[in-house]
């Protein structure tokens, strides 16, 4: 069993990762190539991609796993795209600003985080 999930949600175009738990090196590998089909499908419907990262429920990567997803999501990342990251508390929301790249933000709710991704740019 995975510690992530990834679905597309049709309807508002949202792509949805939720983590639980500690992604292990091979977790970590097997998210970022979950998550290149997963864009790859998205990009079909819609050239602009957005990305919603639920890692409330989930732990500290390890430095592998951080870097296979940061690595596939950079890579993949267009014009116009936005991720928005969601954490459990202002620890880890300082934490995660440290990986952000242009077009990315950390939120403490879901709510602010889809209404940051669905507003017009």
């Known amino acids: 069993m995975t510690n992530f999930s990834i679905d597309h949600e049709a309807a508002s175009g949202i792509l949805v990762c939720r983590v ?14 979950a998550f290149l089909d997963e864009i790859g499908r998205a990009r079909r419907g819609a050239p ?3 990305i919603l990262f ?3 429920e989930g732990n ?7 870097g296979a997803l940061v ?7 267009r014009p116009g795209d936005r991720a928005a990251v969601l954490v459990a508390n202002s ?3 300082s934490q995660a600003r440290r990986n ?4 990315n933000q950390v939120f403490l ?4 985080a889809r209404t940051w991704l669905t507003i017009e740019a």
Do not use: H
């Open 109 to 112: 709710s879901e709510q602010a």
């Open 71 to 77: 690595t596939t999501l950079k890579g993949e990342q």
């Open 20 to 33: 639980t738990g500690f992604l292990s090196d091979a977790e970590g590998a097997q998210l970022a190539r």
């Open 48 to 50: 602009i991609l957005r």
């Open 91 to 93: 620890i880890n929301k």
């Open 100 to 103: 952000m790249s242009d077009g």
């Open 60 to 66: 500290v990567f390890s430095s592998a796993s951080l």
């Open 54 to 56: 639920d890692n409330r």
